[in-house]
């Protein structure tokens, strides 16, 4: 994989810049006042316990999606539809939290992020199979199982699971199925251990396992590069890894969609939106497809959006506009060629040098 | 300097950051000759050409044409000093006839100021006849040969009134015959008041083609000759910079019990049609099996089907007395068969993942380097650098990616993979394409060297000198058949071009 150079620092350094500079202009020009906006964006983000805990609480499910593209994306798979998995994930977990009623509080918690996972991953097989058997894409079968995902949720929630006379919606979980949520007025939950667990798990199976090398022996970088001639020709099977990798990828969709239920909501209901497995599609890219990388990028990313909350609720400035500064940010931090040609200064180089310091 | 010079660069320095590709340079071409340029892989050949073709600017230095002084920013002024360029890599547009690549940006109008596909027919067969070679001009490049899609690149210069002509390692790609007729068309063309620069890096060509020859070694001149001044050993070390044993230098083959056995082989391609058809061959221990013949005559689906990358239609292939027809790469390979691909980008190698990630892929699973499915990157890097060592894979650190690397040694990589886990048989399909002279030579002694401490191999190339000083017994094959067994001391290339065609006698 493409290690973080010091390029990068200055990538971002500019995207941000240049990203502040449009926001001053936007801002403006809806008649606010933009250093105030930028303080309640900071203080939303990065002030006090409440707000550094929302911050954390929503980087939760993106460290997941993100992990979970960028394990599609290295097995060469192109995997859009870790959204579709989140969303029967969550239902299901929810479904379980109330179904069991006997089980005692860990394996109660443990049996719902498990059926969780499972949904999540089974959302991904056909897919999966679709690519490797009948070479139908992935792109497209993913992008329409999205959809799917969003009827179908919409009705069980209606029909089958439904509990609430007045609105679609299932049973609230029972408490033996709660992720334990540790600040007052927060939706932080220990979801976000396990988030960051399993973050640092893939990224050892990925880079120190024979199972994480014969995955990515395929891919690893260039998205879409399956079926590998390269996998076949040591003896890989190419088609096991991409199956794997793909019902991995959805697994971890369905965990994240699972911690929102479990840790925040509590209940599936009808009107729940996600769009963590989109948002977690560029977070794994901005975390050059690196599980610590993309831990950083969602602490990040979800600091941001929150902040975006908190600006909404303060001002008159709505968090539409922090997303579209978002998207614009991260617009100009993947714009690598930005800063092409200024490794000729010897400041750079050296920066660059130590930046990219290799173990072996 | 004599006053017929059509080209002087005149001390040409070109850096790119970290890396000086030309420094000092002077070269001097006269009018109307053939002049080669040689140098290995990564000599500044290249660069020294598209400075000349206007792609690159130098960083130092003058160039003259004809005499006068001229800066060439674009390729456009290059083309209006009448140069013109033939790429490695032909820039032809595959649905489209000759005359329709030919005239591509500079289409003759008529009156309604619609393309005048009449007079562009007719202009493309008088330059073609002019110099003495044949269009089609309804073929369409998808369907011509390689020796046609050449030709019409070089047609695409003449209409653009070129008279120098740079022409880049042109023969890689073409059978002797076709390189016979390369070599008429370039005499042809020299007749006509043409200048030709070819850039090559085989240097019996040299010798049978240029009037003069300017050899470049790691961004330097390093002599200018008249061909009949000097001789391929020479050259060969001035390339290099070291004596070159052109020659591999090896003793008779000692040949032990039979390995491989393969009988009746009947392999179809990716299209379904017949590639291979009812080959019959055997290689014994300590002995280098060569198969020549021209590309895309059943090799490449032949020896897929000994490494199990593609299913046998009919026939048996018995290893050490198993028959492992149609078996997978994983059991083959778990056999102490190597394969040394002939697609080294693709298949070879991973060139996202690192280089110890490539140099593994073939011994990850087993202790010390991994334990339980955990890897010991100790062990590996070890393992890595010891191969790195070994091999002479040349790069900084082996957690480069394989993609930085040089052709050459990216093939080194392959190799080193290949060779490491002690193999019983090694395959090995176009071992040195696109590996300078220097790694030429370190991969095949590493051949021989396999076959000295009892290995069987089987070589299969499209290089005829490679087979030929290599091999120990050479099977040549056409259109999927053996057509012909020849002791490679005992033919001629004359010959084997025959065999290689499918005349049989």
Known sequence: MEKFSFKDVLVTFAGLFITSFIAWVLISATGNNPSEVAMYLYEGGFKGTRNIANSLYQA????????????????????????????????????????????????????CILIGMAVGAAWMLLPALLRVYAGVSEIISTIILNFVAVLFVSYMANGPFRADPIAPSTARILETAELKQIFPNSQFNTGFFIAVFVAILAHFILNKTTFG??????????????????????????????????????????????????????????????????????????????????????????AIKNGGFYVDYKTDVSREIIIVLISVLIFFVSAQKMVKGLEKYPFIKKMDNFFSRKKM | MSKDSIIHLKNITKE??????????????????????????????????????GIEQPTQ???????????????????NLGIGMVHQEFTLVPSFTAPENIGLGQEPKN????????????????????????????????????????????????????????????????????????????????????????????????????????VMRAGEVQGVSEIKNTSISELASQMVGREVFLQVKKDEAKPGEEILNVEDLWVHDARGLLAV???NLSINKGEIVGVAGVEGNGQSEFVEALTGLRKTSQGSIKYLGEDIASSSPKNIRRKKIAHIP????????????????????????????????????????????????????????????????????????????????????????????????????????????????????????????????????????????????????????????????????
Do not use: C
């Open chain 2, 342 to 505: 002939e697609d080294r980008t693709n298949t070879g190698l991973n060139t996202q993942l690192s280089i110890w990630e490539n140099l593994i892929g073939n011994s990850y699973f087993r202790r010390p380097l991994s334990t339980r499915g955990i890897f010991n990157l100790k062990k590996i890097a070890e393992h890595s650098n010891k191969l790195k060592e070994d091999f002479d894979i040349r790069a900084p650190n082996i957690s480069l990616k394989v993609k930085s690397l040089s052709g050459g040694n990216q093939q080194k990589v392959v190799v080193a993979r290949e060779l490491s886990e002690d193999p019983v048989l090694t395959i090995a399909s176009q071992p040195t394409r696109g590996v300078d002279i220097g790694n030429i030579e370190a991969i095949h002694e590493q051949l021989v060297q396999m076959r000295d401490e009892g290995g069987a191999v089987l070589l299969v190339s499209a290089e005829l000198d490679e087979v030929m000083a290599v091999a120990d017994r050479v099977a040549v094959m056409y259109e999927g058949q053996i057509v012909k067994w020849v002791n490679p001391k005992e033919v001629d290339q004359a010959q084997m071009g025959l065999y290689m065609a499918g005349i049989k006698e």
């Open chain 2, 111 to 214: 009156n309604q100021g619609l393309i005048d596909w009449k007079g562009l027919n007719k202009l493309v067969v008088d330059i073609a006849e002019k110099y003495g070679f044949k269009v089609d001009p309804g073929l369409k490049m998808i369907d011509a040969s390689v020796g046609v899609q050449q030709r019409t690149e070089i047609l695409k210069t003449l209409y653009r009134n070129a008279n120098i002509l740079i022409l880049d390692e042109p023969t890689a790609v073409l059978t002797p015959q076709e390189t016979d007729e390369l070599f008429t068309v370039i005499r042809t063309l020299v007749d006509e008041g043409k200048t030709v620069i070819f850039i090559t890096h085989k240097l019996r060509e040299v010798m049978e083609i240029a009037d003069r020859v300017t």
């Open chain 2, 277 to 279: 058809k009812g080959i």
């Open chain 1, 213 to 302: 090398y014969e995955l990515r022996s395929g891919g690893d970088g260039l998205v879409g590069m399956y079926p590998s001639r390269f996998s076949s020709y040591l003896g890989i099977p190419s088609d096991r890894s991409a199956i794997i990798g793909m019902l991995i990828s959805g697994a971890l969709g369905g965990l994240a969609g699972a911690i929102e239920v479990l840790g925040a909501v509590r209940y599936f209901f009808q009107e729940l939106e996600f769009n963590q497995g989109f948002d977690g599609i560029l977070i794994g890219i901005l975390g050059k497809l690196e599980p610590i990388g993309s831990i950083i990028a969602s602490l990040f990313y979800g």
């Open chain 2, 16 to 53: 790119y950051p970290g890396v000086v590709a030309n420094k000092n340079v002077d070269f001097q071409v006269n009018k109307g000759e053939i002049h080669a340029l040689v140098g290995e892989n990564g000599a500044g050949k290249s660069t020294l050409m598209k400075i000349l073709y």
């Open chain 2, 61 to 79: 230095g003058e160039i003259f044409i004809n005499g006068e002084k001229q800066i060439i920013s674009k390729v456009e002024s290059a083309i």
């Open chain 1, 60 to 111: 939760t499910p993106l460290i997941l999606t993100a992990v979970a593209t960028l394990i599609s994306f290295r097995v060469g798979m192109f995997n859009i539809g870790i959204n579709g998995s989140m969303y029967v994930g969550a239902l299901y977990a929810g479904w379980a939290g109330y179904k069991f009623t006997t089980l005692g509080h860990f394996t109660h918690v443990t049996v």
